[in-house]
């Protein structure tokens, strides 16, 4: 390692480098033996990956500035994380990184930083942590690797279902910190939804015989699809139905209708197939076919019994089949999600469509009490304003 | 690779002897070690007497002082442990997950540091 630091002139680089080299003799050793002079193969080993690290470095800062934001980047399959690497080295990087084993935090922040090259600074930036604690929890997960034997390589047979059910989980989540991202100046942080992509683009090349890798890349695509549409010229967030659909990106929500369909012909149907079949609803050209999406949300609850999917489902039965259908579904879920807003507004739209106005004035208040965000408080005030004042 | 399990109980000591609980408990702990020893990487595996047994050591400025209890007053049980050798954490991992203190208490698993070897 000092060797290698010497000829590098850093100290990280050359330790990533000997843990990358250490990490492929853990896991090719014991099946090819002991070469004859292991130190002088971790050596070569190391300096071979360093190298690699290197060039992909160099080539991200070209790539840096016109890559984040360009439509064009987010269409290339052969973006810097995939292009120069064995793809089984790849897959089993993207598995430890989203080791179980790991704090879901540091899952996301291991992978931004070994799978996708950002920097610290970058994904500090991104997440909206601060960068002492990104940089904190890379090194402690790297070492923990290390510490704790987590093993490099594709899990095996039943466990990697489980395992990756983790990886897209991880995926997933950073889409989400960029699709509505939580706190900070920018309500939608287009760089993460560009790196979710990417990861889930090589995910799927990687396991094409995964349907639920396709149908994550396929929900991504038709929701980010939707990314120039979801922002007022003010910066606020415009709802589904008030979209200006001419601005949704046709290219991308047809590539995500294709991936759905083959992943559904495989006959594994899974939650992100269901999720991705859901957008796929709600970015038809006609309008939305709300008994079809009652239908998958139905489905959905076997995989994600939550309260949270039996919410959306009831407003999809209240679309298809009248807002009288729907309240007597929420209400079986209501006291499970009394602190949730959303469910009190959803609750109160369907009384309103009801006639039933007090209830609903009562719902909407109930809401309130819960201090939901500025934009949420202001239409509740502006529906409240509307609805006729008791006794009158 | 070396792990220990340390051993978290949901309360302290072991049920009533002649309980069926502790008859159920011997049961279940037989089955965990038959199943780790005939895998090949169990490498010892007991419970632990209460800590009010313990002595706790230190030596300082080349004295010995012993305190009479434990190190550390903690919250959990921690009442016994169990060595393994397993290929790489998810091994380990699962082996863990066989054991009955997982499914009421709480299993830790630690990797030991490799002594006179490339940690």
Redesign the interface.
């Known amino acids: 390692m000092a060797a290698l630091t010497r000829m590098f002139g850093d100290l990280d680089a050359a330790a990533d480098a000997v843990q990358e080299a250490c990490a492929l003799a853990v896991a090719k050793w014991p099946v090819t033996g002991v070469p004859a002079n292991p130190r002088a193969w971790l050596t070569g080993t190391a300096r071979h990956k360093a190298l690699d690290r290197m060039r992909r470095e160099a080539g991200r800062a070209e790539k840096e500035a016109a890559a984040m934001r360009e439509f064009g980047d987010r269409q290339d399959p052969g973006s810097r994380a995939y292009d120069d690497t064995a793809p089984d080295d790849e897959l089993a990087l993207i598995f430890m990184c989203c ?1 179980p ?1 790991f704090d879901p935090a540091v899952r996301v922040a291991l992978t931004l930083r070994c799978v996708c090259g950002l920097s610290t600074a970058e994904i500090a930036a991104a997440l909206l942590a601060p960068e002492p604690t990104v940089a904190q929890r890379v090194v402690r997960a790297k070492r923990k690797i ?6 490099f390589g594709v ?1 095996a047979g039943d ?1 990697l279902a489980g395992r990756l059910a983790v990886v897209l989980r991880v995926i997933y989540l950073v889409f989400t910190a960029g699709h509505l991202a939580a706190h900070g100046d920018r309500l939608i942080r287009g760089e993460l939804c560009d790196q979710a992509i990417r990861l889930a683009r090589g995910l799927t090349t990687l396991l094409p015989a995964e349907p639920e890798a396709a149908g994550l890349l396929a929900l991504l695509l038709l929701t980010d699809a939707r990314r120039a549409a979801r922002l007022d010229d003010a910066g606020e967030l415009v709802l589904l139905a008030d979209q200006d659909r001419t601005r949704w990106d046709r290219a991308m929500i047809s590539e995500g209708e294709e991936l759905l369909e083959r992943a559904l012909r495989a006959g594994k149907p899974g939650p992100y197939q269901l999720h991705a079949a859901i957008a796929a609803c709600h970015s038809c050209d006609e309008t939305t076919d709300w008994r079809e999406v009652a239908a998958l949300y139905g489905e959905l609850i076997r995989y994600e019994p939550t309260p949270v999917v039996a919410a959306n489902r009831a407003v999809a039965v209240a679309m298809a089949e009248g807002p009288a259908a729907g309240l007597v579904i929420l209400d079986t879920i209501s006291d499970s999600l009394a602190s949730w807003p959303q469910l009190h507004i959803a609750r109160a739209e369907l009384l309103r469509r009801l006639g039933r106005e007090g209830d609903a004035r009562e719902a909407y208040h109930a809401a309130l009490r819960l201090g939901p965000p500025a934009p949420e408080r202001e239409f509740l005030q502006r529906r409240l304003g509307e609805l006729t004042e008791p006794g009158r | ?1 070396k ?1 220990l399990m340390l051993l978290y109980a949901s309360r302290p000591g072991l049920p009533e002897p002649g309980s069926e609980e502790l008859a159920t408990l011997i049961a279940e702990w037989a089955t965990a070690r038959q199943a780790m020893a005939d895998a090949g990487v169990l490498i010892d595996c007991a419970p632990l007497q209460p800590v009010e047994a313990s002595t706790t050591v230190r030596v300082r400025d080349g004295g010995t002082l012993l305190t009479d209890g434990p190190a550390a007053e903690i919250k959990e049980h921690f009442g016994g442990f169990t060595l393994v050798e ?5 091994d ?2 699962k082996w863990a997950a066989t054991l009955p203190t997982a499914r009421d208490g709480s299993v830790e ?1 630690r ?1 030991l ?1 490799q002594v006179g070897g490339p ?1």
């Open positions: 080791h084993a290390r510490q704790a034997g987590i093993s899990p466990d | 690779m792990y397993c290929a790489d954490l998810d380990a991992l698993v990797p540091i940690s």
